[in-house]
Every structure is written in structure tokens, then in C-alpha cells.
């Protein structure tokens, strides 16, 4: 197993931990802390591919890693603005008992 | 595989494990933060210290605090008595495992991946500085609008909505009380 492959599976491992969190979770803090692992597995695939790759010199994976992480910061707080209006209304962040649009 | 990324590398994932799991969410948000640092270390353990002193200060620094405030704001803090799984919880677990399996077996049967590591490139602030005044300079200004805009948006979004006061109406129009 090469190192590169070795970053992969950490990678691979660190997304599927957060995809069964995203989804088995019953709270939704909970929910949102999944998919902020899975995107933290997308950039360490990023720097893994830019650091491994043919042209390091180019800095492009640390450039979208940079761009990445602003991103995610700017989706934490919107998602958790979201989940404090959420809980105002329905005294709950049980996402079970969020079901009022449910068909 | 060096050692030490090993262990860094073990270390977060059952630190990113237990952040998923635990019960209490005081005890998650403080796993979370031990998987945030750990990657961090694994991003200077792959030559990217500005990438990784960029994760312990926006991630460690600012994300897990929002989240902590999310736990206390929204009262979770206590342990929940009933389960903690939603009803599915096989199926999303069986999914997640599904799509490790494909992942790693993509990474591991790839034919066209680079064997060796190159030597370290010069991945200064000062070369990432000169890149984004440069060749990243639309894009760095749309980060800079899309994080105002959120911010502006969180803020409304969490702001207490007043309740609506009896009579404003005639207040407005400057009647009686």
C-alpha cells in the first residue's frame, strides 16, 4: 500500500464515520457535525492528491482546500442559526419530532 | 506509511468514531474537536502547514465553539433516556459501510495513482498570499461576499422574533395607545 492510498482510506473511513452520523443520528446538532467530517474527508483528499500529485508546485489542492474550509465555516453557521430557529419553534432538535411537512 | 501518521491517523478516526456515538453531546462536541486537531496534523504531516493551522483556527477555534453553543443554546446538553438512533439506523449504517467498501476499494485498486511522494514543495504563506492577490483573486472576493452573506443570514435567522404588539398598528398611525 502506497502512502497515497493509505491517505485515501483514511479519507474513505473518516467519510463513511460521518455519512453513518449524518444519517443514524437522532439529534440534529448531531447530524450537522456528520456532514462537517464529511467534508473535512474531502479536503484531506484534496491536500493527500495535491501533495502526492505530479505538480506540487501549483498549490491548487491548498488553494481549494483554503476556499473549502471557508465554505464549511459559512455553511456551520447558517446550519446552526437554522437549528436554534428550529428549536425556538418546536421546543425540540429531535429530528423525529420535526415531522409537521411530512406527507 | 510512516509511523506517525499511523497513530495520527487511528487517533482521528476513532476520535471522529466517538464524536458520532457518545451519548452526552458535551462529550461529542469535545471529540469532535480531538478529530478537527487530528486532521490538522495530518495536514502537516503532508507539508501543508497553512492548510493545517488554518483547521485549528477555524475549525477548532470557531466551529466547535458555534457548536458547543448549539448544544447549550438548544439545551441537549443533558443525556438523552431514550435511544439516540433514529428508526432506520441499519439501513444508514449499512449504506455508510457500503460506500467505505466502494471508496477503498477504489483507492486500493487504482491503477494510475503516483507511488512516490515528491519532494516537498514551497508551500509558503507568502507563495499562497502571492496566488490568491493573483490567479485566485475572483474567487477569493466571492468567498468574501458568500461569507457575509451567511454571516448577515445566520444572524436573521437566529434572531428572536419579537411578539407582535397589540396596537402597533394605531401606534404606527399615531393614535391612541
Redesign the interface.
Known sequence: MTPLQGCLLVSALFFAIGLAGAVTRRNAILALVGIELMLNAANLNFIAFWRYGPNPEALSGVMVVIFSIAIAAAEAAVGLALIIAIYRHYRTVNLDQIDSMKG | ??LP??II?VV??FA??A???LRN?VH??LS?IV??AG?AA??LA???Q??GF??IL??VG??AI??V???L??R?DAT?NQ???????FT??M???I??AT??WA??NSTG??????SA???TVK??GD??MTQ?VL?LEV?GL??TA??I???I??M??EPPHVGSYEAEKGGAP
Open positions: 506509511m510512516s501518521f499511523i491517523a482521528t478516526l471522529a468514531a464524536a458520532m456515538s453531546l461529542c462536541a469532535l478529530a478537527l486532521l495530518l495536514y503532508l507539508d501543508a497553512f492548510v488554518t483547521q477555524v475549525y470557531a466551529v458555534l457548536i453553543f448549539a448544544v443554546l438548544t441537549s438523552p435511544t439516540i438512533l433514529a428508526p432506520g439506523w444508514g449504517i449504506i455508510s459501510a460506500v467505505f471508496l477503498g483507492a486500493l495513482l503516483p507511488k512516490e511522494m515528491p514543495p514551497e508551500a507563495n499562497i496566488l490568491l485566485y474567487p468567498i458568500l461569507l451567511a454571516l443570514g445566520a444572524v435567522i437566529a428572536k422574533e
